[in-house]
């Protein structure tokens, strides 16, 4: 099956700092991919659509300025977290969607702590 | 809004024993998802449902698809300890690209 990698796995960084993950479609091309954030013992609320070659689509309550998508090529996009605060702390995991099937694969997830 | 909602959210039972989680939502859909996540992990995909009537079968696992109702069910049958795990179900939001998760059911499978 088609595989979606997520790097870093784990980051922990300090209250201001900036953090960044990447998430690779590993051997398909996916012109759209997908942000999630889980909170402990919590569902999988979507951030935003990442397209590739256009700017990324937020759902509401998610502030952009914060959480800058990327989708520089059809099989990476990156989310940085600026400015991360503790409240940011969270496990991120990106998907990307298959062409022709439409079935969604998902990365491995990347917990982040900000101290 | 498509809103995907499960029931229970938490389900601790005893081995050998039967139990059905269910997946409501709110708008027409015509695909539905149900994952497994263990603790601090990803996603791993248990079934794909595409039609009205769709039942699909993997084990232990039995997973059913009604569109007209807007319910899915997971049946688990004689559950062992391995099956403790949290499951998801996700329904793909007609007319949009998006998959929206529903609230999760966390279970319990104890001796």
């Known amino acids: 099956g088609a595989v979606v990698s997520q790097h870093p796995s784990w980051v922990i960084c300090k209250s201001g700092t900036s953090v960044k993950i990447e998430c690779r479609s590993l051997d398909f091309q996916a012109t759209t991919m997908f942000w999630y954030r889980q909170f402990p013992k919590q569902s999988l609320m979507l951030m935003a659509t990442?397209?590739?070659?256009?700017?990324?689509?937020?759902e509401q309550g998610v502030e952009k300025d914060k959480f800058l998508i990327n989708h520089a090529s059809l099989t990476l996009s990156t989310l940085t977290v600026t400015s991360a605060h503790p409240e940011d702390s969270s496990f991120y995991i990106c998907?990307?969607?298959?062409?022709?099937?439409?079935?969604?694969?998902f990365g491995e997830g990347s917990r982040l702590t900000v101290l | 809004e498509l809103k995907v909602e499960q029931n229970p959210l938490f389900l601790s039972m005893q081995e050998g024993k039967n139990y059905t989680i269910y997946c409501n939502y709110s708008t027409t859909s015509d695909r539905l998802y149900w994952y497994r996540q263990d603790p601090g992990k990803s996603l791993e995909s248990l079934f794909v449902l595409l039609s009205n009537g769709a039942v699909k079968q993997e084990g232990r696992l039995m997973a059913s698809l009604d569109t007209k109702a807007r319910l899915s069910t997971l049946h688990i049958t004689a559950a062992v300890h391995d099956l403790s795990a949290t499951y998801f179900c996700a329904v793909d939001w007609k007319g949009t690209d998006k998959l929206i998760f529903g609230t999760g059911t966390r279970l319990q499978v104890f001796p």
């Open positions: 998907s990307a969607r298959l062409q022709g099937t439409g079935e969604l694969f």
């Open positions: 990442s397209n590739e070659g256009s700017k990324a689509t937020y």
